[in-house]
């Protein structure tokens, strides 16, 4: 069966492909891969999703969006520092497995940062030791947010459904700090773009299993941007500092801000439940456009062993999202295992289209 929702990824997502992290003071393997943007795109072939394109996004000019979300200062860092490390070592002398990164050490204490050093100013602009800065990062996350940019012009378009594999992810990005593998909030940025042609209202539903601090935050005390979010309760997962229930929004965002945290163990029928909570949020907020921040990490062989959905769940929650008829882009988050990834974003997408 021939499948034709336009699908948006963009080859360049392949230089960045960064190989640790630092996770309780060890060097771990960087979940990050680039086999999860593989196994995504095996997938959607095998399974008939004949719009499969792999677009050339960088005729789009993004930054003025860019600009509109994040702060100039943090961008100029990102590209500067991304300049610096790739004068370090010749292009071809850098193989995968010794590809430099830049990582915090020192966290801003200060507001400025007088030091020119990347090692000392990325301690502003970082919250994490899980987002290293690549030769490429800069280049490759303004791609990402690109290809979000065309899957939101396609949705302007009429198309009521675009999916697009943003990687790096985007919710957790803030206005001027990376984190959680984010470097640019695609989410947001594709939201403006939205609001800068004409819509009123957009609401983000975020069901990765991380709570998008970054949406929250660069939203929330705007009344045109909802955010409603399914997450692991950060009182025991990251990003830990936001995500509770009683954070709804201020001044005009006031009550346009759900959280709807969840145990540890997780499983079908109270995600399920909980996920109907939100939709009626949705449903009351009435915007003109829905995104989905889609993660599978809730899936139940996820690295992060938190919640216990399974492949097939991701159909029903496909399916009940498309109740609220809604014109959709869904934009691509986390999900950690490539061996279920792929199967599980094709599942959601047949969910989502009623097939
Ligand atoms: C977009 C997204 O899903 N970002 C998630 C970032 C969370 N990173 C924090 C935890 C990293 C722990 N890594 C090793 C342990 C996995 N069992
Ligand atoms: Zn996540």
Same mark, same amino acid.
């Given at each position: 069966?021939?499948?034709e929702?336009?699908?948006?990824? +963009? ?8 190989q640790y ?12 891969s ?6 995504i ?13 792999n ?14 979300v ?6 100029r ?13 010749? $292009? ?14 020192v ?7 007088? #030091?020119?050093e #990347? ?8 919250? !994490? /030791? ?13 791609? +990402? ?12 378009r009429?198309?009521p ?9 985007g ?9 959680g593998?984010?470097? /640019?909030?695609? $989410?947001v ?5 939205l609001i800068g ?17 970054g949406?929250?935050?660069? %939203?929330?005390?705007?009344?045109d =941007?909802?955010?409603? +979010? /399914? ?7 990251f990003?830990?500092?936001s ?5 709804t ?6 009550? %346009? ?19 109907k909570?939100? /939709?009626r949020k ?11 921040a889609a ?5 139940? $062989? !996820? ?11 991701y159909?029903?929650l496909?399916?009940? =999202? ?17 061996? &279920?990834?792929g199967?599980s &974003? ?8 009623g097939?």
């Amino acid at each position: 069966m021939r499948i034709e929702v336009p699908v948006i990824c +963009s080859q360049e997502t392949f230089q960045h492909n960064p190989q640790y992290e630092i996770h309780k003071g060890e060097r771990v393997p960087h979940l990050d891969s680039v086999e999860r943007v593989l196994a995504i795109k095996r997938a959607l072939k095998e399974s008939g999703f004949a719009n499969f394109k792999n677009i050339d996004v960088s005729s789009i000019d993004g930054m003025p969006w860019i600009r509109q979300v994040h702060d100039s200062a943090y961008l100029r860092f990102l590209q500067r520092a991304s300049r610096r490390i790739r004068g370090l070592v010749p $292009d071809e002398e850098v193989s995968p497995g010794e590809m430099r990164a830049l990582y915090p050490q020192v966290f801003g204490y200060s507001s400025s940062c007088r #030091s020119e050093e #990347s090692e000392a100013e990325i301690g502003l602009f970082a919250f !994490d /030791l899980y987002t290293p800065v690549m030769r490429h990062t800069f280049a490759v996350a303004v791609d +990402s947010a690109r290809c979000a940019l065309a899957g939101a012009e396609i949705l302007r378009r009429g198309e009521p459904y675009v999916y697009v594999l943003t990687r790096p992810p985007g919710h957790h990005a803030e206005k001027d700090k990376m984190g959680g593998y984010c470097y /640019l909030n695609n $989410d947001v940025i594709a939201a403006q773009y939205l609001i800068g042609n004409g819509a009123k209202r957009v609401a983000i539903l975020d069901v990765d299993l991380h709570h998008g601090n970054g949406v929250q935050n660069l %939203t929330y005390e705007r009344g045109d =941007i909802a955010y409603i +979010s /399914l997450h692991g309760d950060p009182r025991f997962t990251f990003p830990y500092f936001s995500g509770y229930e009683d954070e709804t929004g201020e001044n005009a965002g006031q009550g %346009t801000k759900h959280n709807f945290p969840l145990p540890k163990g997780t499983e079908e029928e109270l995600y399920h439940e909980t996920l109907k909570k939100a /939709l009626r949020k949705i449903a009351f907020y009435d915007p003109d456009y829905l995104i989905v921040a889609a993660g599978f990490d809730t899936h139940k $062989d !996820d690295p992060f062993q938190t919640f216990k959905l399974s492949t097939s769940y991701y159909w029903r929650l496909g399916k009940e =999202i498309k109740r609220l008829k809604r014109r959709t882009l869904v934009l691509q988050e986390g999900g950690y295992n490539p061996e &279920v990834l792929g199967e599980s &974003v094709v599942v959601f997408l047949r969910g989502l289209l009623g097939i």
